[in-house]
């Protein structure tokens, strides 16, 4: 995603004289071409996340829309007070961005892992939250990021069983996408509400044919707060399988599944794969830490079929 | 305004202010009355001969909030019905500074180490975005000199020579849970400034003309620091140099007592050449 974000950016910074780009020393091969082209709007703050965001909040008083990118912990878990209190409570359009949510950084290790940025995050006051379900959405959540007056963040992740599924229809205010529609309306099925980049798992598990003749809808999220006046076709998808089955790279507690489940219509089954803290202490690609916590299109399958037997 | 006129004048708008600060203190029942008494000729000083139009000034000691809305309140601006509601339910003016409440107070402080960054932002938005001339003041407590993220902002203005931004440090000495040299050492304070790139001086925080000759020092391609050497709860013998001051109201008995003592630091001034 970071490809696409870059490319997204830049769009943002060429039409946008008020928008900046913050890095807290990351973005080698990335983000170079942005550095040298935007003189003093790109601000290289240093391993200093604090700073950085206090300074971006500070730069936003002064009528920027500052963009703070790191890698997602440092974005996020270091400077969450600056983020609350400089940026949340005033309402400021500082745009946090987060590289490698999830598992992407797979063996890079435990502390580049963001396992409860939407958790954190998502408690905060006048917070939005995006969390793009592939590469081809960053650059609609970045453009509807640019419009925002207020504060946000943005999670790019990498998903090992990235698919190239095109989706049944898309819900472009809310970049909610639904991949698979039951066959039979009458007929047990279940509702695969895939959070962010965690979707592909599920159409790794439809291209596969592991879902195939399941009766499933399966929907991507990809924003928060929720807007099911307007995903009313998830809504209704929920109302009438009564079961739900989210798949989240996060973990369970205060993530995005347990925010669904609070928010939808009561339903039979509410089930939710999601991250664990590491269960057998050891480390890994991201296929690795996926499959330790059982975040797998198999066990997705499993998990479909526990609900409709 | 000659120079000794502006500073008679100084000495005596900060009696009002400290008579305004102790007024609402006593009222609220509210502590944080050393804080207070220790930064207020630095708010009076910024105010009455600092900021110019477009300047921003930046509380980064966020609980030296009453002595800056009386400060402010002083130079008419707040006005006093808003000044009346201070500590009440519903009001804007909170023990810390409240966001989006004052355009006066652009940002909510009272966690430590967050008003510099700020500022530093501002600093470097003005200076290299803006292009204008517009200035940053930020007020820092000694205590707030244990945080890292204050030492973070001081390297990133270093660094970017903001020399719009200057940095006025209320050291009194005393700190949350004690003195600040057997808390967490900070000296050679000014030292520590000067080698993160800032021009910084040391000088008596309730000496007028001291701050007037350090403040009025034009700028030299990098950031300021004025260490302003103070007394937690000045003006008030029977707070002066006490920690519990920190978190104390003021009984009716110790209110009269701390007015009798303005008033005759009123008189000394009254008598003033």
Redesign the interface.
């Known amino acids: 995603m970071r490809v696409d974000f870059v490319k997204a950016i830049e769009a943002v910074l060429a039409g946008d004289a008020k928008a900046m780009f913050v890095t807290g020393d990351l973005g080698y091969s990335a983000l170079e071409g942005i550095a040298s082209k935007y003189g003093r709007r790109f601000l290289n703050a240093g391993v200093a996340e604090q700073n950085m965001v206090g300074v971006a909040a500070g730069l936003a008083l002064a009528g920027m829309r500052p963009w703070v990118y790191s890698i997602a912990p440092f974005a996020t878990y270091r400077c969450l007070e600056q983020i609350r209190n400089d940026v949340c409570l005033h309402r400021l359009p500082v745009r946090i961005v987060g590289n490698g949510g999830g598992y992407t950084y797979g063996i890079m290790g435990a502390t580049h892992h963001a396992l409860e940025d939407l958790a954190v995050l998502r408690a905060l006051p006048n917070m939005r939250l995006f969390f793009p379900c592939s590469n081809d959405h960053v650059a609609a959540a970045v453009r509807q990021i640019a419009e925002l007056n207020g504060p946000s963040y943005l999670r790019l992740a990498i998903s090992p069983y990235t698919t190239p599924l095109a989706p049944l229809s898309e819900q472009p205010q809310t970049l909610t996408r639904q991949y698979a529609a039951r066959r039979d309306p009458r007929a047990p099925s279940v509702t695969i509400i895939g959070v962010g980049h965690g979707v592909q798992l599920a159409l790794r598990a439809l291209a596969s044919g592991g879902l195939e003749h399941k009766n499933v809808d399966v929907f991507g999220v990809a924003r928060f707060p929720w807007d099911f006046a307007v995903d009313a076709t998830l809504v209704r998808s929920v109302i009438e399988s009564g079961n739900v089955v989210t798949v989240e790279e996060h973990y369970a507690d205060g993530g995005m599944g347990e925010s669904l489940r609070a928010a939808l219509p009561a339903t039979r089954s509410f089930r939710s794969l999601a991250a664990a803290y590491f269960p057998e202490q050891r480390y890994g690609s991201p296929t690795f830490h996926l499959e330790q916590c059982g975040l797998t299109p198999d066990a997705l399958v499993r998990a479909v079929l526990e609900v409709l037997h | 305004m000659n120079e000794s006129s502006l500073l008679r004048s100084l000495r005596g708008e900060a009696l009002a202010v400290r008579r305004q600060f102790l007024r609402m203190h006593f009222e609220a029942r509210a502590g944080h009355l050393g804080t207070g008494l220790s930064d207020i000729d630095i708010l009076v000083y910024l105010y009455k001969a600092w900021l110019r139009a477009g300047d921003?000034f930046i509380l980064s000691k966020g609980h030296g909030a009453s002595s800056l809305y009386a400060t402010l309140h002083h130079f008419g601006l707040l006005s006093d019905e808003a000044i009346a509601t201070y500590y009440k339910d519903g009001t804007l003016l909170p023990a810390h500074p409240a966001?989006?409440a004052l355009e006066a107070i652009?940002?909510?402080?009272?966690?430590l180490?967050?008003g510099?960054?700020?500022?530093?932002?501002?600093?470097?938005?003005?200076k290299?975005?803006?292009q204008s001339k517009q200035r940053v003041a930020c007020l820092v407590s000694d205590g707030e000199c244990n945080s890292?993220?204050l030492w973070?902002?001081a390297?990133?203005a270093g660094?970017h020579r903001l020399d719009n931004l200057t940095v006025i440090i209320d050291a009194n000495g005393l700190q949350g849970f004690g003195r600040t040299k057997d808390v967490l050492d900070l000296e050679p304070l000014a030292d520590k400034w000067r080698a993160f790139r800032f021009r910084c001086e040391e000088v008596d925080g309730h000496d007028f003309s001291a701050l007037h000759e350090a403040l009025q020092r034009a700028p030299d391609a990098y950031p300021s620091c004025v260490l302003a050497r103070t007394v937690k709860g000045k003006g008030v013998r029977l707070m002066e140099n006490k920690l519990e001051w920190h978190y104390l109201p003021m009984s009716d008995e110790q209110y009269e007592a701390a007015l009798e003592d303005l008033a005759e630091a009123d008189r000394r001034w009254q008598q003033e050449p």
């Open positions: 921003q966001p989006c652009p940002a909510a402080t009272g966690s180490g967050h510099l960054p700020i500022a530093a932002g501002l600093a470097y938005a003005y290299y975005l803006h890292g993220s973070e902002a390297l990133f660094h």
